[in-house]
């Protein structure tokens, strides 16, 4: 079975449903709150997991409740968890409004995941075993740059989501294979609004990058290469909490599967559709079989 490992934050999601979101000094009433497990690591983990791969996690929870929430959530979608510490104090949290048209905002508190500030032992074994290692910016950079170079050390695919975006030394690039920002992210990293441009100025530091678009799809650019885009199937909105992890962790898998880049995107691309449609972030991601389905009746239903 293909092998992921994740490097990131786990983060309990607190989340407010709101018909629209407020403005700076408004209150507005919500129609539901819900507490569900996120973190950019974790729910790349989680859709790594659902998607068909063997999945282990590094990083940390707090010695509060929400951190064995977040152990347990983890260890029952498949995850392994011997390499996710526990510290003392808070875990992480995720402050989140979802609006009417499926739009986030979102406030990260750290907590546990800033104590990620390097490889504690056996995490560097572990990413040598792995076919892929799955990198987000949730946690401290140094801890992103130490398993970076020890995947780059052992032959290990690296994938960045950089995000949230911040400036990323050149150290870090030369260790990551794959670059996977949103187009607001190319555009922050670039200074260049269109995706096109900014992914191909992205090609001096990195050998590939995929720009995700939103209900758009995604932009694949790799040096010497034409740029390609591949469509996302339509569909309704109803929370775009974790969408973006969706897509990357299902891409993972794909690749380290050995599929083509085109099928790969097509194929994260359902899942991170089917994601959308459904509220939360870990508790929207679809499983194996309700891609492979879905991608099949995508597939009849353009031919």
């Not at 500030?117 to 950079?141: C, F, M, R, V």
């Not at 130490?146 to 911040?166: D, F, K, M, N, Y």
Request: zero cysteines; charged letters at 15%.
């Amino acid at each position: 079975m293909t092998h992921i490992a994740v490097l990131g934050s786990t983060n309990m999601d607190l989340v407010a449903y709101v018909a629209k979101a407020p403005q700076r000094g408004e209150t507005v009433t919500g129609r539901e709150f819900r507490t569900i497990p996120g973190g950019k690591g974790a729910n790349q983990a989680v859709a790594a997991a659902h998607a068909g791969a063997d999945v282990s996690m590094i990083g940390a929870v707090g010695a509060d409740a929400f951190g064995s929430q977040l152990r347990t959530t983890l260890e029952h979608s498949g995850v392994d968890t011997d390499h996710l510490r526990t510290t003392e104090g808070p875990s992480g949290t995720a402050h989140i409004v979802v609006d009417d048209e499926g739009g986030n905002e979102i406030v990260v508190i750290p907590g546990a995941n800033g104590t990620v500030d390097h490889l504690a032992p056996g995490d560097e074994a572990l990413i040598a075993g792995a076919d892929a290692l799955l990198l987000q910016l949730e946690i401290p950079l140094a801890a992103v740059l130490a398993g970076a170079e020890a995947a780059r050390r052992h032959g290990v695919r690296t994938i960045l989501t950089p995000s949230p975006v911040q400036s990323l030394p050149p150290e870090l690039l030369a260790s990551i294979d794959l670059l996977v920002p949103n187009e607001h992210e190319a555009a922050a990293l670039t200074g260049l609004t269109d995706p096109r441009d900014a992914a191909t100025a992205l090609l001096d530091q990195v050998p590939e990058v995929v720009v995700t678009l939103g209900a758009a799809g995604s932009l694949y650019a790799s040096r010497g290469a034409e740029p390609f885009t591949v469509p996302a199937p339509r569909v309704t909105a109803v929370d775009s909490t974790g969408v973006g992890d969706t897509f990357v962790g299902t891409l993972a898998v794909a690749l380290a599967e050995g599929r083509p880049m085109r099928a790969a995107l097509a194929w994260a691309s359902t899942a991170a559709s089917m994601s959308v449609q459904r509220p939360g972030a870990s508790s929207s991601m679809p499983y194996r079989s309700e891609i492979d389905a879905q991608a099949a009746s995508n597939t009849r239903h353009t031919s």
